[in-house]
Nanobody
């Protein structure tokens, strides 16, 4: 049984940083992608950043390029999202997700596994 558990959310001021973590248990796919999505109240879910399971490539939404970095520690089976220079518009619930098949990187495809989410709030 696949389980994705996020942590690391919180409240910060504009310009601050947070690092989100997602521990993936039971997920052994050697292909496909893992990534981060976010959803703010009243808005559609947005793919923020993704990477191939084999770390061969990454994707970032234009809104976070240059500020967010996605990475994965295979030994710990953990996905990270380092978020710097946070803005109030980054406020949202952030979800870790996984898709064990290709294509996947553009994050417009259906992801099969989801975490419960971690809240990020950025105040001005």
């Amino acid at each position: 049984q696949v389980q994705l558990v996020e942590s690391g959310g919180g409240s910060v001021q504009t310009g601050g940083s947070l690092r989100l973590s997602c521990v993936a248990s039971g997920y052994t796919a050697s292909r496909g992608c893992m990534g981060w999505f976010r959803q703010a109240p009243g808005k559609e879910r947005e793919g923020v950043a993704g990477l191939y399971t084999n770390s061969a490539g990454t994707f970032y939404a234009d809104s976070v390029k240059g500020r967010f970095t996605i990475s994965r520690d295979n030994a710990k089976n953990t996905l990270y999202l380092q978020m710097n220079s946070l803005k109030p518009e980054d406020t949202a619930m952030y979800y870790c997700a996984a898709r064990p098949t290709w294509p996947c990187l553009s994050m417009k495809y259906e992801y099969n596994y989801w975490g419960q989410g971690t809240q990020v709030t950025v105040s001005s």
